[in-house]
DNA sequence: TATTGTTATACTCTATAACTATA
DNA sequence: TATAGTTATAGAGTATAACAATA
């Protein structure tokens, strides 16, 4: 396989990405942690929903956003009423104080990030946002959709992609 | 700031990006946590080194690689050899196993990379990775240089790359 | 006194499993 | 019985602070 050295350095910018992460993590202002921070922006993004649906767009465990969302709602940034449809559920929804913050979040964010990307070009911004952005849907794909062993070698004796 | 909207595309992807990392985390074999995976490719792409420099590379507390260094000797992947110029240190390296488990862990991923990535091209795959490469490195330059306010404030007025 | 590492402790994110309430 | 969500528990990664050994 020619381009395996393509797929390592990748590889290797992913995982040495980690400390781009950890200082995303660190940019978040106080009283407001990585997570709760994803279910902020997926609601404001999104709007109302209920705990199932914000599961699946964040890609984790129910147990996990079934926590997140416990604690902003304790800060009062969410608010959870019941689904009418569906006793067990209920609707999550950003309060007042939820937006301001988001808000706030989002500037402080766009703030940093703008602060180290002080020679890229809009194009170059928008090229890695748009990269990213297909990548994960890539790998969201995958995840719902396990593959077979059948497909794993039909794609590798036919893959749809080859060498450029 | 009209491309602030850019910058909020590009946070977004890159919070929302964390489906992409645990998915990273859970591609790592039996045996081989994500943190020691990471010292092992750091170790096997730049030779023995000290303690310190592998701090520095990671991007992460002394304490640490400490612990991942701990882990992986203790598995028999690195020994940890006195430093002749410095007692203080010992030069780390990886041992016959380590490369073994190198490679391993480095084919694997790529194999797993290689299947969710079928319908790219090897120019795009390139590109990502090197727009990845430039935003890590632009990230470090900022960990290691703490801005001024009187920086920043100077930056908001004469940004180094205007709107497009 | 300063530097290199290590250890103890605590916090966050995450997953698994057991559980409750409703459909 | 199946589904939506919660809680208890455990494991990994990380940071801070206190500490030991050496420079």
């Not at 997570?35 to 129910?62: C, K, N, Q, Y």
């Amino acid at each position: 396989m020619a381009e395996n050295v393509l797929y390592d350095e990748l590889m290797r910018q992913l995982s040495a990405d980690g400390s781009v992460r950890r200082e995303l993590g660190r940019i978040v202002p106080g009283g407001c942690s990585d997570g709760s921070a994803s279910v902020l922006a997926v609601l404001g993004r999104h709007g109302a929903m209920r705990i199932g649906r914000l599961t699946e767009l964040l890609g984790v465990d129910p147990s996990v956003t079934s926590r997140h969302v416990a604690h902003l709602t304790m800060l009062g940034w969410i608010d959870r009423n019941p689904d009418p449809a569906d006793r067990r559920s209920r609707i999550l929804r950003l309060t007042s104080d939820g937006h301001t913050q988001l808000a706030e979040l989002s500037d402080h964010r766009s703030r940093e990030l703008a602060a180290r990307l002080t020679d890229w070009s809009n194009e170059e911004i928008r090229r890695l946002a748009q990269l990213l952005s297909r990548l994960r849907a890539d790998f969201d794909a995958q995840r719902t959709e396990p593959r077979t062993f059948a497909d794993a070698s039909e794609d590798a004796r036919h893959p749809r992609a080859p060498a450029a």
